[in-house]
Antibody, heavy 117, light 111 residues
Framework: EVQLVESGGGLVQPGGSLRLSCVVS????????MSWVRQAPGKGLEWVSV???????YYADSVKGRFTISRDNSKNTLYLQMNNLRAEDTAVYYC???????????WGQGTLVTVSS | QSALTQPASVSGSPGQSITISCTGT?????????VSWYQQHPGKAPKLMIF???NRPSGVSNRFSGSKSGNTASLTISGLQAEDEADYYC???????????FGGGTKLTVL
């Protein structure tokens, strides 16, 4: 059975940092494209970042230079390091398997990040 | 990277059919067949319902179908059921890019 379980969300002050984790079972993270997608409260979906099988990484303009996607192959885990957080980064963050051209077939349950003073 | 345009809400009665539109441009929806549709119930993660414009993942009811004409993609749900009440999002991958664009979402109400 495929499972993606995110953790690491919480309340953080503007300018602060958080690292989100996504532990995957049922498939190998390193053999798949993996993305983070977020959803602000009451809003729509927004793609955040992707890591390719070859390790290349790409980001939405809104987070470029502040967020870093990575993976630990030994732990089959995906990460999102978020620095210099802003109020507009407040959202539920989902990890998802990108099976073909940014189309996502497996999603985690999401973890809420709240940026507020 | 403007969001794709979806109606804010649609509604239908049980047993009826509804269609949700998703309008983009020739650079995304109209130019490539990488359009997906997701269903999201309140407080839940999105669920893939259609990929590649018109393909259904295993386990998704054949009441759900997708199509595309020009710069507009459509999701049709036939034989509406109460459990279909949810938010629906389209997405499009502009080929040779690295990002994906989502629509603003459509709230489906089953009357």
């Amino acid at each position: 059975e495929v499972q993606l379980v995110e953790s690491g969300g919480g309340l953080v002050q503007p300018g602060g940092s958080l690292r989100l984790s996504c532990v995957v079972s049922g498939f190998t993270v390193a053999s798949n494209y993996m993305s983070w997608v977020r959803q602000a409260p009451g809003k729509g979906l927004e793609w955040v970042s992707v890591i390719y099988i070859d390790g290349n990484t790409y980001y939405a303009d809104s987070v470029k230079g502040r967020f870093t996607i990575s993976r630990d192959n030994s732990k089959n885990t995906l990460y999102l390091q978020m620095n210099n957080l802003r109020a507009e980064d407040t959202a539920v963050y989902y990890c998802a398997r990108d099976f073909s051209h940014r189309q996502f077939d497996y999603w985690g349950q999401g973890t809420l990040v709240t940026v507020s003073s | 990277q403007s969001a794709l345009t979806q109606p804010a809400s649609v509604s239908g009665s049980p047993g009826q059919s509804i269609t949700i539109s998703c309008t983009g441009t020739s650079s995304d929806v109209g130019g490539y067949n990488y359009v997906s549709w997701y269903q999201q119930h309140p407080g839940k993660a999105p669920k893939l319902m259609i990929f590649g414009v018109s393909n259904r993942p295993s386990g998704v009811s054949n009441r759900f179908s997708g199509s595309k004409s020009g710069n507009t993609a459509s999701l049709t749900i036939s034989g509406l059921q109460a459990e279909d009440e949810a938010d629906y999002y389209c997405s499009s991958y502009p080929g040779s890019s690295t990002y994906v664009i989502f629509g603003g979402g459509t709230k489906l109400t089953v009357l």
